[in-house]
T-cell receptor, first 113, second 111 residues
Framework: DGGITQSPKYLFRKEGQNVTLSCEQN?????MYWYRQDPGQGLRLIYY???????QKGDIAEGYSVSREKKESFPLTVTSAQKNPTAFYLC????????????FGQGTRLTVV | QKEVEQNSGPLSVPEGAIASLNCTYS??????FFWYRQYSGKSPELIMS????GDKEDGRFTAQLNKASQYVSLLIRDSQPSDSATYLC???????????FGKGTRLHILP
């Protein structure tokens, strides 16, 4: 089945530690996105990538880093510089270009303990 | 002004009635618009996409787009309790491919 897989579903991190969230898609989509969602809030764009080996900052990139070495994979690292990392993280992908729809993975809920 | 704006609700609608959800956007360079449904604790699920002015119908759902007014709406006919969720409006900007979301409208269908 084609889809977007995020792992793990739940993640606990100690303060001061970096942690990497995985996002893999087998839809042959060109563009991938990372969003953060806080309780009762909409989705805020962290980073996005339109093609392999290229990515752009979204609205809240500080404290995060990404890589796009393969078309299928777009991992997100939450660094210790991110002051409030506890949130629901969502990865999405789309074929790219006009009039294409974005689909989401199941999300990773990160909690800093 | 936020780029994509929605009334946060909650919007309460009796079962069987029509639910009307509204969204405005500020960037005229946005050309693609989406409605997602999100249940509590789950990821967003795409319901409708709309790219040209007018109406687009899919089952009980109708999306409406008015680019001149920068306005997008979603109508849900014959509302069911299972439609109770948060509905997210999103717009895709042509100039940089960003997909920007509103904060969502909580919809509550009253049995």
């Amino acid at each position: 089945d084609g889809g977007i897989t995020q792992s793990p579903k739940y993640l606990f991190r100690k303060e001061g530690q970096n942690v990497t969230l995985s996002c893999e898609q087998n839809l042959n989509h060109d563009a991938m996105y990372w969003y953060r969602q806080d309780p009762g809030q909409g989705l805020r764009l962290i980073y996005y990538s339109q093609i392999v080996n290229d990515f752009q900052k979204g609205d809240i990139a500080e404290g995060y880093s990404v890589s796009r070495e393969k078309k299928e994979s777009f991992p997100l690292t939450v660094t210790s510089a991110q002051k409030n990392p506890t949130a629901f993280y969502l990865c999405a992908s789309t074929r790219g270009g006009m009039n294409t729809e974005a689909f989401f993975g199941q999300g990773t809920r990160l909690t800093v303990v | 002004q936020k780029e994509v704006e929605q009334n946060s609700g909650p919007l309460s609608v009796p079962e069987g009635a029509i639910a009307s959800l509204n969204c405005t956007y500020s960037d005229r360079g946005s050309q693609s618009f989406f409605w997602y449904r999100q249940y509590s604790g789950k990821s967003p699920e795409l319901i409708m996409s709309i790219y040209s002015n007018g109406d687009k119908e899919d089952g009980r759902f109708t999306a409406q787009l008015n680019k001149a007014s920068q306005y997008v709406s979603l109508l849900i006919r014959d509302s069911q309790p299972s439609d109770s969720a948060t509905y997210l409006c999103a717009a895709r900007r042509n100039r940089d491919d960003k997909i920007i979301f509103g904060k969502g409208t909580r919809l509550h269908i009253l049995p």
